[in-house]
């Protein structure tokens, strides 16, 4: 489908911009330039956006691992060309499995490129003959990259089969501007299925909010004209109707906060650090932009009840 396709080239464009970001020294990441070619320096708002971004969900998956303890696993939702697992086993975090899943024509792209580098292969801390690859998928160690459609539940269950998923530990899922691509219906089904699922699991889903003001109309009609339209826009309209979407599923409780909120609770010296290394002329653009980006987090269980985005739950 043309929409499918204009889609996956989101997250080309994130993708891009993660990588103007690193190479300024916004956040270390020594394995993005391996699966990106992007040289475009970014507008310093977007630089400075994107480390908000990177930062804040950093947050919750490590409050996550704290919480869970090495025994969890993690599933990332369209998760294109992240590196986190490479980052995350960088800084010696320990957890049992890691799963990726994208659509195919992405997988295979991502596929590709672990293939022929020796850094990531090293990463997934296997020899050469543990690591199963196919055109669109790779399974080595405690990584599984698998190709499906999030809209075809039957699909995800038998990838998230064959990642070796084990529905009784706790589990973290992920989302970065996904969900808000898909139809309503078929995000309950998936939410209400994966709350069915797993006994302790927590959700961080990082989305566009109120969408509903001339600033978030402006940013739905330039991407109608990329052709992608947001089919879970309705959703997007506050943050209480992003919580009431997991609600609505099932999930015990959720929380949500903007952007400005987050970059609020990152590390003051770290912000300090990143403030110094552009000058930003359009601060009121990057605070509408924190405006209408958020982070909900959503829970199933006692486990990850505490979580919030201020210390009471360290």
Partial sequence: MATDEAVQSTNDDASECKMSAVRLGYWDDKFVHILVRGTERKPPEINRGYFARTEGVGIFV????KKAGEKCQIISFGAGYDTLYWRLKEQHYAFDNFTEIDFPTVTARKCYAIKRSKVLLDG????????RLSSTELHGGNYHLVGADLRNLGEVATKLRESEIN???PTLFLAECVLVYIEAASIENLLSWLVQQFHNALFVNYEQVNMCDRFGEIMLENLRARGCPLSGVDSCRSLET????????NWDGARAWTMVDIYAAIDPSERHRIEEIEMLDERELLIQLFQHYCIVIAWKGEMFDSISLTDYDD
Avoid: A, M
């Fill in 124 to 131: 997934l801390g296997v020899s050469d003959g543990e690591v």
């Fill in 242 to 249: 992003q919580t009431k979407r997991f609600i609505d599923s």
């Fill in 167 to 169: 529905y009784d530990l």
């Fill in 62 to 65: 490590k409050k996550f691992l």
